[in-house]
C-alpha cells in the first residue's frame, strides 16, 4: 500500500529544490526549529549548509519582522519567520509557490489565532462520522474495516488501545502544518468507555508522545473529555462543578497532564448536549463548568473549549413552537462575559448542525465578551459522505462573509475579549484510507479549510486552484480545468439534489447518506420540514412563527423575516411556503424544487462524463477512485431527484411544467 | 429466578390428582410412553401401579380407537389413545379439562396432521424477530441480553454454541405436546455461520441430544439449510442442484444425519429469497432443488419443507406494476404437480409478510397437486413485538375459514396429495425471559397456535377461555373476565391505531415496531401505500391495477376486483381510495382513518385502567409484567395516533369531523 502524499509530492519537490542549498538563521533551537531541519534532511533530502555564503536560501528567523509570532515572508531565496513556527509556515508556503510555478514572493500573517481540528476518533479505532476508514490515532494494526454506519456503540478493545503508526503521524502533522493548522483534538467529544480515561495514566504518557510530534510542527494537542469523569473513574459520587472534591480531581488530573505534556492545548468539552453529561444535570450552567476546569488550566496556559452545541434532543413535533435552531442562543447569549478569559465557547457555524444550507447562527455578531471559535465540518456527515464529490469552500466562505451586527469575517475575533482565544475548528475528514480521505477529491476540503483560516480573503477559487496545482502537478492545464470545473460546481449541484432552498434534514437518520423525506419528521431531533399538501417549510418569523429571525441583527432580521426579502436559498428555514408562490427567481416554488432535482441529477451524470474523459490524463489511482465514486453518487442523486420529486408531486399534485418524468 | 410454568402448573395439578392411582396399559413400551410414565411420577410425584385392580384412572393404548394414530378418548377415569402419541395427548387434554372442572368426556383427533413451530434462533443466542430474551437452544449460559434490534449479524461465540439448558428444553417439550404440537425445527430459516454447520459433526451430535428429548413428546426435530452448503462447508465449488457431486454430498449428509438422530424430521429451506442463495442462481426452479433434496430423505422418511416466501427483495417503487404479493404465486403455480411426495411447500397466510391485516395467499385453494402447510407467525414482528397486547387468534381464525376455491379451513389438507404430509406451522415466540414470551399475555397466542392446529373450529373465544383457566386458575370470574375482554378485543384494536384498512407496513424499518409511515415507501422490500393529496392504497385489481385480484377464485375475485363489494378491512390492499370516499361503514375514508386512531389510542387507554383494577387480584409478576408493557403500549398507540393523523391530515386536508386535535 502506498499511502498518498496528498499535495506535499516528495519527490516533486525534491526535484525542484535538489540543486539549491539552504541555511538557517535562528534565534534558538527549539522543536519546530528542529522539525524544519529534519523536513529539509531526512524527509526532502536537501542540502543544508552551516556555511551563510554557500546557501542560496536562507530560512531566517526575524522576531521583529510582525507582533505575530507565526507571520512569514519569502522574498525569492529568503524565507523570514517571526519564530520558528512562522519560518516553517514560510518553508511549507514557499514550497507551494515554487510548485505552481509562482513568483517567490509573499507575505503573510493568519487571519485566525486558532486554527484547530477536531477529531470524532474513537478509542476502539472507529470514527463517529468517518467516512474514511478508521482512526489514524487508536485502533488495530491493520484494521481498516470498521466505519461510521450511524450507530455508536464501542466494539470491544483489546490490548492497546493506540495504533502506534507514527510514520501516518508524521505525515498527518506535515500536512497540518503546511495549511496552518495549529491546534488538534484526538478524540470524539462524545467520550465513551476508555476514552473517558486518555486523561489519566496510562493513556496520558501515549497522548504524551504524539503530542511531542505535532509540537514540532506548531500543533497543540487538546483532548475531549467526558463530563462525567470525576464520577466514572475519579470515584467521586458526583460531577457538580461547584462540588470542592470535584475541583480538587480535575485540578489533579489537570496537572498531571502538564507533568507528562508540558504544552498540552486543554480540553474540548461537549456537555449536556443529545445525551451527554454536563452541569445541568446539578442545577449548574456553563458557565458555572467551564470556569472549574480553567481555573485548573490557567496556571498551565491551557484552554477550555466548551461547544455551544447544546440542544433538547427529545423534542416534541407536536408543539411547533419548538425551535432547535434557538437552542444555541438561549443556553449561552445570557452568559455572555461571564466566562474565564481561558474559556473558548465553540459554536458551529450554523444554528442547526452542518447542514446542507443554513444561515449564520446568529451568537455570532451578538456575542461580545465571550471567546469563540467557529465550527465547520471538514467531514462529509451531511454533504455526501466523501462519496458525492462536495466541494464546500464556496459554502464556509459565504457564511464567515455574512453581516451579523455590523461584523463580518473578523467576528469571532473582535467579539473576543482575547483575539488570542479566538479562531476556526472543523471537525476532520481524515482516516487509515490510503487517501486519507475516502475520495481523493475530498482533500481539497481538508486543504480548503486550513487555508481559510489563514487567509478569510482567498476565495474558494484561489484554494482550489492552489489544490489543484500542488495534487496535480504534471496535469495538463485542460485536464485540471476539467476538475476545477467540476468541484466548483460540486456544493451547488448537490444541494440541488438533495435538500435546496435549506429545506432541511430528509436525510437517512442516524446514516445521515440518501434520502428518507420524513426520516427525521416525527422524531425527537428537532429537525422538522412540515411539508403538507399545500406547502412546506418552518415558520422561524417574529410574528407569526418561532422567533428565531429576531435573534438577528435589525438588518438581517427584517430581510429574514419577509418572505419576500428572503433569499432563496434560505427561504424554506425561514417560512413556510405555499406550493405555488413566486420566488425571486420567477418560478413558483414546486416547480423550483422539480427542476432543481432534474438539473441535479442531469449535472451528476456530466460530472460523470466529464470525469471519464480524464482516464490517462491523470493518474490511474485517483482515476478509478473517482470513477467509483461518480457511480454511486449518480445513483443517490437518482434517488434524491425521484423520491423528492414523486414525494412533492404526490403532496402538491402539481405537474412538472416540462412533462419531465415523475414517477407518481 | 423461577421459570413460568405457563399453563401447566405442577402444584395446582398434583393437588386435584394426588388422591388417584394411574395404571397404564400399553402395546409396547416406546419413547413417548417413557415420557407418560415421567410426566406421572416425576414431574407430577402421583402414583402409578402396576395393578389395574388398584387404580382409579387407567390409560389405554389401543390402536383401534381411530386410524389417527394421534385420536384420543377421555371417558371419566379411562383415557384411550390410538397410540402412545395420542394416549399422550390424551392426558394433557385430561390435566385441562380437571383443571378447568370441566366433564372428562372428550373424544378427539387433530385437523391437522403436521403441527410445527419453526425456531429463528440463531447460533449465537439471538433470535431474529424475538422479543422474549435469548435462544433456549443457543448461546451462552446465563446470557439473555441479545434480542432483536433488526440488524441481524451474528455475535462472535467463543466454545460451545448449544446452551445445554435441558431443564428449559423439557419444559419445553411439555408445553408443545400439551397443546399437540408435533414437528420443531431449530434454527433460524436465514442460516449464518456456524448454523450452516448443524448438519454434520460435531454438531449434530448435539441436536441429537435435543432430538431424543423431544422425541418422548412425540415431537420430530427439523433443521433449517443454508442452501449453499455444499460450497461453504461441502468443499464443492457449486451447490447446483442437479450436480451429481451436490447430490452425493447431500445423501451422504442426510444418511449421517439418520445415523445419529434415528427420527429426525427432515430439513426446512429458504431459498432465493431475501439475498439468501437458492436454485436459482444455476438456471433451476424451486421443484429441482426440493427434489433433489427429497431423493435423500426418501429411504429414511424425512420431509424437504420448502418454503414460498420469495420475492424479489430489489423491487424498484418506480414501477407500480411490480407487485410483491403476487411473487409466491408467480413463483409456484406454474410448479404444481412437479414437487416430490416427501416436499410440503410452506406458504404463508398471506400474500405479504404475516401482517396487521392481509388477504387470505391465493395459493390456497390453487395449488391441488402440492403438499402444504400454512405458515403464521406466533411471534409477534408486525404486531405489537409482545410489548403491545395482540391476541391473534381471530385473525387467523378468519384467514383459515376464508373460501378460495370453494375450500375452507381444509385446503391445505385437501390439496395436498399426501394428507399427512400437510398441516400448519407458526414461527414460535419463546426465548430466555423468565415468563418465556416477555409479556405473560403473549402466551395465550402460543397456546392458541397449538389448539388451533388440533381443533380448526374451537373460536377464538374458546380457545382464550381455555388458556384464561388454565392460567389464572385461582383467579375471581371477575378478573378473568377483565382479562378476557382485555385479549379479545387487542387484536382489532391494534389494527385501529396502527395500520387499519389493510394500508400496510407503514412501520420503522427492519425493527417493525412503532409508526414510519414512509419506512418502506422508496425502499427496495416492495411494500408501498402511495399515499398522495386525494387517498392512498394500491391498486391491485385487473383492470387498473397490477392483476393480483385475479389470482383468486372468480367468486372472491369479483369482491375484491369492485372497490364497492371489497371489505373495509382489505379495502386499501386492493384499491387506491379518495380521501372522500365512502366506506361500508357510513364513513369518508379519512374520517374512518381519524376515528379509528382516536379510537385504538383511547382503548388502550382503556386496557391500562382496566388492568390497573386488578392489582391484588392476580399475582404481582404477572401484575407488573404487563403494566410495564401497557405503560410501553399507550405511548406506542399516541405515536402511531398522533403521526398518522397528522400525516393524513397534512395530505388530504381535511379537518376531522369531531374537532378533535390533530397537531398540524
Redesign the interface.
Known amino acids: 500500500m502506498m499511502i498518498d502524499e496528498m499535495w506535499l509530492q516528495k519527490n516533486k519537490l525534491k526535484k525542484l529544490l535538489s540543486q539549491e542549498v539552504f541555511f538557517l538563521d535562528l534565534v534558538k533551537e527549539d522543536a519546530v526549529s528542529l522539525r524544519l531541519r529534519k523536513e529539509l534532511i531526512e524527509w526532502l533530502g536537501l542540502t543544508v549548509s552551516t556555511d551563510r555564503a554557500q546557501a542560496t536560501i536562507v530560512l531566517v528567523v526575524n522576531p521583529e519582522l510582525s507582533v505575530n509570532a507565526e507571520a512569514y515572508e519569502i522574498q525569492e531565496n529568503l524565507i523570514k519567520g517571526a519564530s520558528s513556527s512562522g519560518l516553517l509556515y514560510g518553508f511549507y508556503n514557499f514550497l507551494r509557490l515554487k510548485l505552481r510555478g509562482k513568483k517567490l514572493e509573499e507575505s503573510s500573517e493568519p487571519s485566525q489565532a486558532l486554527r484547530m481540528i477536531n477529531h470524532w476518533d474513537q478509542v476502539d479505532g472507529t470514527i463517529e462520522r468517518g467516512y474514511a476508514g478508521e482512526s489514524i490515532f487508536f485502533g488495530t494494526p491493520g484494521s481498516n474495516d470498521n466505519t461510521d454506519t450511524g450507530s455508536f456503540a464501542l466494539r470491544e478493545i483489546k490490548g492497546d488501545i493506540f495504533r502506534n503508526d507514527f510514520t501516518r503521524l508524521e505525515m498527518y502533522g506535515r500536512f497540518l502544518a503546511s495549511i496552518g493548522i495549529n491546534a488538534i483534538s484526538l478524540n470524539n467529544v462524545n467520550v465513551r468507555g476508555l476514552g473517558t480515561n486518555l486523561i489519566v495514566s496510562p493513556y496520558i504518557e501515549k497522548v504524551g508522545e504524539i503530542a511531542r510530534l505535532f509540537s514540532g510542527f506548531g500543533i497543540k494537542t487538546f483532548l475531549s473529555i467526558n463530563w462525567a469523569a470525576p464520577r466514572l473513574i475519579g470515584g467521586l459520587r458526583t460531577s457538580d462543578p461547584l462540588d470542592e472534591a470535584v475541583c480538587a480531581w480535575w485540578k489533579k488530573v489537570i496537572g498531571h497532564i502538564y507533568d507528562v505534556v508540558p504544552d498540552f492545548g486543554g480540553f474540548v468539552v461537549k456537555a449536556d448536549s443529545e445525551g451527554e453529561p454536563g452541569p445541568y444535570q446539578y442545577g449548574r450552567n456553563h458557565a458555572d463548568g467551564a470556569n472549574m476546569l480553567a481555573e485548573s488550566f490557567a496556571p498551565h496556559g491551557g484552554l477550555v473549549i466548551w461547544r455551544t452545541f447544546v440542544y433538547n434532543s427529545q423534542t416534541d ?2 408543539n ?1 413552537k419548538n425551535d432547535r435552531a434557538k437552542a444555541a442562543y438561549e443556553n449561552f447569549m445570557a452568559l455572555d462575559g461571564d466566562f474565564a478569559d481561558n474559556v473558548i465557547l465553540q459554536i458551529k457555524f450554523g444554528p442547526i448542525d452542518f447542514g446542507v444550507r443554513e444561515p449564520l447562527m446568529p451568537l455570532f455578531g451578538a456575542l461580545k465578551k465571550t471567546n469563540q471559535m467557529m465550527e465547520f465540518q471538514v467531514t462529509a456527515e451531511y454533504l455526501g459522505h466523501q462519496i458525492d464529490l462536495n466541494y464546500v469552500l464556496p459554502q464556509w466562505l459565504e457564511i464567515i462573509h455574512t453581516d451579523n451586527y455590523g461584523l463580518a469575517k473578523d467576528t469571532v475575533k473582535e467579539n473576543s475579549p482575547l483575539a488570542a482565544n479566538s479562531g476556526f475548528v472543523a471537525i476532520g475528514n481524515v482516516g487509515m484510507d490510503e487517501n486519507w480521505c475516502g475520495n481523493k477529491l475530498a482533500q481539497a476540503n481538508f486543504y480548503g479549510f486550513g487555508r481559510m483560516c489563514w487567509n478569510n480573503d482567498l476565495t474558494a477559487a484561489e484554494i482550489l486552484r492552489e489544490w489543484l496545482d500542488m495534487t496535480f502537478v504534471d496535469v495538463d492545464e485542460r485536464a485540471k480545468k476539467t476538475i476545477y470545473e467540476l468541484l466548483m460546481t460540486s456544493n451547488q449541484t448537490y444541494e440541488a439534489y438533495t435538500t435546496p432552498l435549506a429545506i432541511g434534514n430528509m436525510i437517512v437518520p442516524h446514516y445521515h447518506y440518501g ?4 426520516g427525521y419528521e ?1 422524531d425527537r431531533w428537532g429537525s422538522y420540514h ?5 406547502g412546506l417549510g418552518v415558520d422561524r418569523t417574529m410574528v407569526t412563527g418561532t422567533g428565531y429571525s429576531g435573534l438577528y441583527a435589525p438588518e438581517l432580521a427584517e430581510i429574514y423575516e419577509d418572505i419576500n426579502k428572503t433569499p432563496d436559498e434560505l427561504i424554506l428555514f425561514f417560512h413556510f411556503v405555499n406550493y405555488d408562490h413566486l420566488l425571486h427567481n420567477g418560478k413558483t416554488l414546486i416547480q423550483t424544487i422539480y427542476d432543481l432535482h432534474f438539473e441535479g441529477y442531469n449535472k451528476v451524470l456530466e460530472f460523470q462524463k466529464s470525469w471519464q474523459a480524464l482516464e490517462g490524463k491523470i493518474d490511474e489511482i485517483t482515476f478509478r477512485n473517482v470513477s467509483q465514486r461518480l457511480e454511486l453518487q449518480v445513483q443517490n442523486a437518482k ?1 434524491w431527484r ?2 423528492i420529486n ?2 412533492f ?5 402539481v405537474e412538472d411544467k416540462y412533462g419531465r418524468k415523475i ?2
Open positions: 413535533w407536536r411547533r434520502p428518507s423525506i420524513n416525527y412540515f411539508a403538507d399538501r399545500n434517488n425521484d423520491q414523486t414525494y408531486y404526490r403532496m402538491s399534485g414517477f407518481n
